[in-house]
């Protein structure tokens, strides 16, 4: 297993992520009454277009589809729309100790009055996690309690970095794309990913 770059200059005219939550839904056959348990284990989708190019550009796109063979490679991706966070919170911030299961994490270093705002995505070992709610630091600097609108799937040590410029997360091509060509040019390409979990 290999992780594939992206092509250079590539960048997708829609692009989507979504959260795939993994749950089990039980009702009960006599009242109707409903129980959900979530099995902590959430994973990211990303579905993206890239646009129409000629036939010479188009082939860097096809090696790229070829190069992933499926869903045995990775490609590191972000959030395309937000690839830095549109709150302030800039520099060198790092986490607390985080425990699997998680869903508020501890921020230091983050820059007194620094903001997370809802929506904003940030990188912790490899992770992709969305802040649930907008957060604002201390006057230290100290982001004690943010949000997070998915699990965290592992432990975390204290002091590890977080990152807020084009987090990624390793993902698996999902759909079978291919480029297709017509004569002068090779009309858009769709792309369903899916985040590997290791």
């Given at each position: 297993m290999s992780l594939i770059a992206l092509p250079a200059?590539?960048?997708?005219?829609?692009?989507?992520?979504?959260?795939?939550t993994n749950q089990r839904m039980f009702e009960s056959p006599f009242g109707g009454s409903e129980q959900v348990i979530d099995m902590?284990?959430?994973?990211?989708?990303?579905?993206?277009?890239l646009p129409n190019r000629l036939h010479a550009d188009a082939a860097r796109v096809e090696a790229f589809i070829a190069a992933l063979r499926g869903m045995?490679?990775?490609?590191?991706l972000y959030h395309w729309a937000r690839k830095q966070p549109r709150?302030?919170?800039r520099g060198s911030p790092s986490c607390g100790a985080i425990s699997a299961g998680a869903q508020?994490?501890?921020?230091?270093?983050?820059?007194?009055?620094?903001?997370?705002?809802?929506?904003?995505?940030?990188?912790?070992?490899?992770?992709?996690?969305?802040?649930a709610s907008d957060v604002t630091a201390d006057g230290a600097g100290?982001?004690?309690f943010v949000?997070?609108?998915?699990?965290?799937?592992?432990?975390?040590?204290?002091?590890?970095?977080?990152?807020?410029?084009?987090?990624?997360?390793?993902?698996?091509?999902?759909?079978?794309?291919?480029?297709?060509?017509?004569?002068?040019?090779?009309?858009?390409?769709?792309?369903?990913?899916?985040?590997?979990?290791?």
């Open positions: 200059g590539l960048c997708p005219n829609s692009f989507s992520l979504r959260q795939k902590l284990n959430d994973r990211w989708m990303v579905s993206m277009s045995t490679n990775t490609v590191a709150g302030t919170m508020t994490i501890f921020i230091g270093s983050a820059g007194a009055g620094a903001t997370l705002l809802a929506g904003d995505m940030i990188g912790i070992a490899g992770l992709l996690l969305q802040v100290l982001m004690p949000p997070l609108v998915n699990s965290v799937r592992k432990d975390i040590p204290s002091n590890t970095p977080v990152i807020w410029d084009k987090p990624t997360a390793p993902f698996r091509l999902a759909s079978q794309s291919a480029v297709q060509y017509i004569p002068g040019y090779a009309p858009e390409v769709a792309l369903d990913f899916v985040e590997s979990i290791v």
